[in-house]
């Protein structure tokens, strides 16, 4: 599976036309991130990609209008942090996600121990909660995770921030071996995987990959929106070989 | 005078096993880091009951950071203000600032546990110049990252930091202040948790942050309260005062003195006033109150001086002024300068900028305070902000910029 990420804002007017045309392009889900001031999981790339967004007045409620305008027939995932739903509450958050058609949520600063609150509210109104699995935990640690992981379990592919690497790291089949041998629900690696060929190597063992870094910084870089849709192109093509 | 009678259960008791202080705290990071804060609270929870590490941190306390630091009683500017002024003379501690107890406490802690190296965020400077200090007495590497605004603002501790044989780092991202090296610092520790402790300046943070830090700060109020007692008859103060960052000046001083009649006061400044504006959120690890906007953007604080440019504050204090145990209250940047000068001219003592936010509401609550005591915790030294006041007062557009009304 392949899940691209999109920042809602950025590129400030063309961003909706990335969903449509990642969705196109093949991808399987679409992750759909509400930018946040305070991104601790992520490095210079989505950092500078979400400050312009905010910059240009990009909010949660204006990215989820948007998202709910786009005509397309694959999951969509939320990829916020807390505060975003906690502000919002619970239980509006959660529906405000239905009513744009995402049926998923990412929090990456909601460990296991604080999820519950939010989970139940997800869970009434029908919103995956998906899980994060971090290398940095043990097996039973990552036993818990899954089992409270909805959707998929998203593995955490390195010890880090997000940004691309030249050298895949050797974290990103690890843990999604390790996910695959503790649970049956789909494995999605994420962080770090940054061309087709990195994404095909984690593809061998995971079920799904997320690229999100390599994708905005090619329009940071001044590419166009058709030229990340290409890269998306390339991306399928490469997992279609594995 | 109408005392009511001391209880022995604290106000300030331990957090829960879920670090909540009430329906504060909590440790909201990213799973990379759950295991890392797990194995920081079972390794402060067992330090902390060994008394050989106990006495091995009071002793540092004692022979290297100086303390105990005195009470001094200031005899002009009380009669000047018309109530009794004790301060708690954290400014004469090694590095200038209470911020070297916290500092020492984690560095033993983090040998302890094996980590070779420190990450520390600073604002003012201060956190950072202890963090050096400390890692370079434990022969520890050490990174302090510094939003970009503040090193301009702090230049002197920039440099002390650098000859301590630290590495600072410049944070560039949003408002390039304190909120800023929080996030690169945390960032640091995700990629680095094998080997790196971060060394967190305030009462902040996941748990077990807020309460260990507190628990590093408490001997403030522990020597302050026995010094009081001294003082005082064996009474305490009416007020106990404190300026409000994160608050680990303030817990430390008022854990000594939770469990008494003392009235306790925190003063935020007025650009950054997380507890005045009393919203809920969660950013760096905790809910706390927090700085927002009605999307739960974290909202960015403006204050004269760098160590209180922070728009969340430590979940214990959100605590303690929900039920009521501490009120909060908030001074301008042109009152604190007013306070900084004042106690300059009058006891011979310049204060940081911080703690003359302490000063700041005691000078306009006077009516309030007349004939009590009041016990200031002097939290540092005012060298690292002379340059800066010195360019606001002569009118320095840039320095002006620092200063909000
Ligand atoms: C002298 C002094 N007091 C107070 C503070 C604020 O921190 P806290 O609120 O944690 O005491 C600082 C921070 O840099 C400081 O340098």
Known sequence: ?242 | MTVTPTDTTSFMPDPDERGRFGEFGGRFVPETLVPACAELEAAFVEAWADAAFTQEFHELLRTYAGRPCPVTVCSRLSSQLGFRVLLKREDLNHTGSHKINNVLGQALLAKRMGKKRLVAETGAGQHGVASATAAALMGMDCVVYMGEVDIKRQALNVFRMRLLGAEVRSAMSGSRTLKDAVNEAMRDWVATVATTHYCLGSVMGPHPYPWMVREFHRVIGDEARAQCAELLDGEVPDYVVACVGGGSNAAGIFSGFADTRARLVGVEPAGGAAIGRAVPGVVHGSKSYLMQDEFGQVQEAHSVSAGLDYPGVGPEHAHLAQIGRARYESVTDAEVLDAFELLSHTEGIIPALEPAHGLAWMVKAKDELAGSTVLLNMSGRGDKDVAQVQAILDGDPEALSTMRP
């Open chain 1, 1 to 242: 599976m392949l899940l691209p990420y999109v920042t809602g804002g950025y590129p400030v007017d063309e961003w909706p036309r990335l969903i449509e045309g990642f969705a196109a392009a093949g991808a399987d889900a679409i992750e759909i991130g509400i930018p946040f001031s305070d991104p601790v999981m992520d490095g210079p790339t989505i950092q500078e990609a979400s400050s312009i967004a905010l910059a240009h007045g990009s909010n949660p409620t204006m990215v989820l209008d948007r998202v709910a305008e786009a005509d397309v027939h694959i999951p969509l995932i939320a990829m916020t942090y807390y505060n975003i739903a906690y502000r919002m509450g619970h239980n509006r958050f959660a529906d405000r996600l239905v009513q744009a058609g995402i049926g998923g949520a990412i929090l990456p600063d909601l460990p296991l121990e604080e999820v519950d609150d939010w989970a139940a509210e997800a869970d009434r109104a029908g919103v995956a909660t998906v899980m994060l699995a971090a290398p940095t935990a043990d097996d039973d640690r990552l036993v818990r995770v899954a089992t409270r992981a909805r959707g998929f379990v998203y593995g955490v592919g390195l010890v880090g921030i997000t940004g691309e690497r030249a050298e895949l790291a050797a974290s990103a089949t690890e843990i999604a071996g390790r996910l695959k041998a503790i649970t049956d629900k789909p494995v999605v690696v994420g962080l770090g995987i940054s061309n087709p060929e990195q994404a095909a190597e984690v593809s061998q063992i995971a079920d799904g990959v997320v690229v999100a870094s390599a994708i905005i910084r090619r329009m940071l870089e001044g590419g166009s929106v058709d030229d990340a849709i290409g890269f998306v192109a390339r991306l399928r093509a490469a997992l279609d070989e594995v």
